[in-house]
């Protein structure tokens, strides 16, 4: 029937696809991440602007609103440059030099078996297990070479990052180079070795994984996003407070808190995890009225 033929196309498609490494594990995962974080970048840019969306935000008491510190960010790092950073990080020449290495370096050190298993579409239990297994060990090595920014690079490189006191959406990847390369395209390569998952496992995570860093800046704590990203911190998921807090309390390269950005469970195991734990809104926000509620 029709959705047979319509099957047999689409694993003929992937399969040609596959086939081509330097398109499937280059193009694609630069593909991927550009989709989770232009997409999550509108929807949460437009979102916060919507009326009755500072009940959501992340507030840190009275004089403290989130426009506020909004606009007083944008007077040490002006909105067009956060959004002129932004797409060079993505879409300049180091994110092409990202996406060229892993199109050679990841389908040499990954090997014939996971290239040829790759043309092959996967069943959802493989999907998912990887698609976790890709999560839990690139926030470990984004948690490592977050703290390693802090720690060995503060002054020339994660400085200008920490100029942005109080986030939005595109903040997220307004960063320098190297930082973005260290934060970005290597814990993502090296999760992919360690893993060896589905390339499309491969992009799922990309693209999850980049949307979810821009949820972290967005400064919006709401059930929808707890949802959509099963954000719960009781499962050692960070609420986005986790890296609010970061970014208002960790200004400075020693002694810092809370480095992970999808779970909090790293900066328990290793003795950097700070105020909140269990983030929402209402536990910074210190209003009157959020301590009535």
């Avoid at 959802?124 to 060990?137: G, Q, T």
């Amino acid at each position: 029937g029709g959705r047979g033929r319509a099957a047999m196309l689409d694993k003929a498609a992937w399969a040609a696809w596959a086939a081509q490494p330097q398109l499937c594990w280059g193009v694609g995962t630069f593909i991927a991440a550009n989709v989770g974080h232009l997409g999550a970048v509108l929807v949460l840019e437009a979102a916060m602007r919507l009326p009755g969306a500072a009940s959501v935000m992340i507030e840190y008491g009275p004089g403290h609103e989130r426009w506020q510190e909004v606009q007083k960010t944008w007077q040490a790092v002006p909105y067009g440059e956060q959004w002129r950073t932004a797409l060079w990080n993505m879409l300049g020449p180091m994110a092409i030099l990202n996406s060229v290495v892993s199109s050679f370096l990841l389908p040499y050190l990954l090997g014939p078996a996971v290239l040829e298993h790759g043309v092959e579409l996967p069943s959802w239990s493989e999907a998912i297990v990887a698609f976790v297994l890709l999560e839990l060990v690139g926030d470990f090595f984004l948690y490592t070479f977050h703290r390693l920014m802090h720690e060995l690079l503060w002054d020339h490189v994660h400085q200008y990052h920490h100029s942005i006191r109080t986030p939005t959406p595109i903040s997220t990847v307004c960063i320098e180079n190297l930082d973005a390369t260290l934060q970005g395209g290597l814990p993502i390569m090296l999760s992919a070795l360690v893993v060896r998952p589905h390339p499309l496992a491969m992009y799922a995570f990309v693209a999850q994984r980049v949307a979810e860093n821009v949820v972290n800046h967005s400064g919006m704590d709401h059930w929808l996003i707890k949802l959509i990203f099963l954000k719960f911190e009781r499962l050692g998921r960070a609420g986005t407070a986790h890296h609010d807090s970061h970014h208002r309390f960790s200004n400075h390269a020693k002694n810092a808190k809370n480095f992970g950005e999808h779970f909090w469970i790293w900066d328990w195991a290793f003795g950097t995890l700070g105020h909140p734990r269990w983030g929402t809104h209402d536990a910074l926000n210190t209003k009157p009225a959020a301590k009535a509620a």
